[in-house]
Nanobody
Framework: EVQLVESGGGLVQAGGSLRLSCAAS????????IGWFRQAPGKEREGVSC????????YYAESWKGRFTISSDNAKKTVYLQMNSLKPEDTAVYYC???????????????????WGKGTLVTVSS
């Protein structure tokens, strides 16, 4: 059974940084992708970034390209999202999600993900 556990959320001031972690377990092959999604209050869940385990390819939504960086530690089976220059509008619940196959199958599409974590809340104060 695939499990995804997020951590690293919290309260930060505008302009600050946070690093989210997603600990993954239960995959039976190395052909999968792990992405970060977020859902702001009153808004739909949206894709932020994704990284493919096998080839390391990364995908970013244009809105966060340059401020957010996704990376992975394959030995620890952990994916990170480094978030810099945070803004109050970045306040959201951030979810880790995974799909069976590379990110290119469903790059940043919520409906394309097969597994979800429970989310971690990020609050950016002004």
């Amino acid at each position: 059974e695939v499990q995804l556990v997020e951590s690293g959320g919290g309260l930060v001031q505008a302009g600050g940084s946070l690093r989210l972690s997603c600990a993954a377990s239960g995959f039976t092959s190395d052909d999968y992708g792990i992405g970060w999604f977020r859902q702001a209050p009153g808004k739909e869940r949206e894709g932020v970034s994704c990284i493919s385990r096998r080839d390391g390819n990364t995908y970013y939504a244009e809105s966060w390209k340059g401020r957010f960086t996704i990376s992975s530690d394959n030995a620890k089976k952990t994916v990170y999202l480094q978030m810099n220059s945070l803004k109050p509008e970045d306040t959201a619940v951030y979810y880790c999600a995974a799909l069976d196959g590379p990110c290119s199958y469903y790059p940043l599409y919520t409906a394309g993900m097969d597994y979800w974590g429970k989310g971690t809340l990020v609050t950016v104060s002004s």
